[in-house]
């Protein structure tokens, strides 16, 4: 969603909030903007596009205190006006989330005199709080949360206050402690290579960030503390590395993200065993690729361990009336642990008396609070909007579920030499002749059975999000019932065909599209397919995938094809149009 940061110390501020847009920007990218307590006044800068718009307009500028915002635009279009921060009288803001009662709150204001210049829900907050303001900007703040509905992180400052003041529901704000300084964020990666240490706000929280330290209050403003914890965010992790994209350099790391949550898991495999006792159904739910990560999972625990399983995108599982019972696991798959959608359908298993089971590469995320236990993602911080690694990540930590639930060996569990291979694919796939028939084409459409199957869903998610090219993901056998009328010469049909026991079947399906003149691709380990099809097809052969370990393989060269696509049409991968990497908010 958007990206907020905040700073108060000895250092310059105008450097370290810049910094941080730059390294938030992936949370949100229609506009940026600044506010800086510059000789007692409050001095606000902001721009429509990216953070680096700003970067002339803040040149040889230096304050000790200052807040900042990078925007995934909801309410009201990407302008300059409607750029944070946002300034009513002494009070200026900035805010990640929804508030959904801004137009009563708004037309109250309105009644009161006040004027709006943004289509705004955030210039409400605004608004509402410099109503409130007598000169404590704390008080100010606790009166005007009360008033709003929906999600807010919420950073604030006051003209002649030389404080920020921060307040949280259901949107993250992370307190960091930097040497000589203070810090507030969206996410803990930002303050890597800043802050060793940080504290997480819990819903409900505010907080004081001052040049000399920070207090913390709960939802009554009762002073509290909030335990501070390692920053696990390593720093570097957010610079490109000699990469073009951040696409490139990530799906690269999917060896090390496979190796690392395997190794992870082994370390948490007992607590998890005992949160998986006497469970004898499991409910995947995630979003997007998230959700696609749990069909894998759904596949691997029937497959493997002979459970029921079920997997459901969490927006859907959220708002019905689910079966589940305390013998139900509902486990959440989500890359970021702070998808609103993916935290609403843990609350709803929990509350319904289910386990719920978080895999995730966000250790300390919301989702980790909700959840009974942990199964730890470790792909490291991935920027990209588009996700990579953490896919990968996640089947590795779904098939070693699966293994644990089966009674089986985790250890290992043949993953063994599947990191190379990945890294094989990631370097070697020779997927360019392939993506410029993609990139000039009217559709693609990705077609599998079973893993494959799912792996088609994701690879056409990926290729429409950063390519923007119409793509559909299709069980193979479907085709004939319908999206055949869609094949012709200008539609690439991409096979994902790993499974050497339906050949044959393959075979009909790649005939079938060839037939109707369609141009037709494979993607398989199969030699009998590259034989069947040669010249006939385009073949991407792959090394041997290994059964229920395919999608790690055929997962990589999916990606590495989208990004191609994408690259050669000229867009860039890593902050496709109108989306941000983490959906916080409905
Ligand atoms: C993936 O490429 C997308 N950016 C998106 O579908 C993402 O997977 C989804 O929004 C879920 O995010 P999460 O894993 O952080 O919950």
Redesign the pocket.
Known sequence: MCGIIGYAGEKNAVEIVYRGLINLEYRGYDSAGAAFGINGRTVVFKRQGRVEKLKPLLEGLASGIGIGHTRWATHGSPSDINAHPHTSGKITLVHNGIIENYSELKAELEKGGAVFKSQTDSEVIAALMSVYYCGDILGALYKTVKRLKGSYAIMAVAEGENVIAAARHKSPVVIGYGNGGYYCASDEPVLSGECGEVSFLKDGDFALIKPDGVRIFDGELRETERKKQKNLAQAGSLELGGFAHYMLKELRQSPAAVKNTVTAFAEAEDKIRGALSGVNRIIFI?????YHAGLIGKIYVEDIARMPAEAETAGEFRYKNPIVNKNTAVVAV???G??AD?LEGARLAKSLGARVIAVTNAPYSQLTRIADTVVPVCAGAEIC???TKSYTGQIAALYMLALLLAGKNAEGGGLSGLPEICKNVADGADVYALSRLCAFSKGVYFLGRGLDYAVALEAS??LK?VSYIPSEGYPAGELKHGTLALIDNATVSVFIATDKSLTDKYKNSVEQVISRGGIAAIITDIDELETAFKGRAHIIKLPCCRGHLSPLVTATAVQLLAYETAVSLGLNPDKPRN?A???TVE
């Open positions: 995630g979003c997007g690729t998230a989500s890359q970021s702070e998808t993916t909007v588009a996700a998610l990926k999000e989306l990497k983490s959906v």
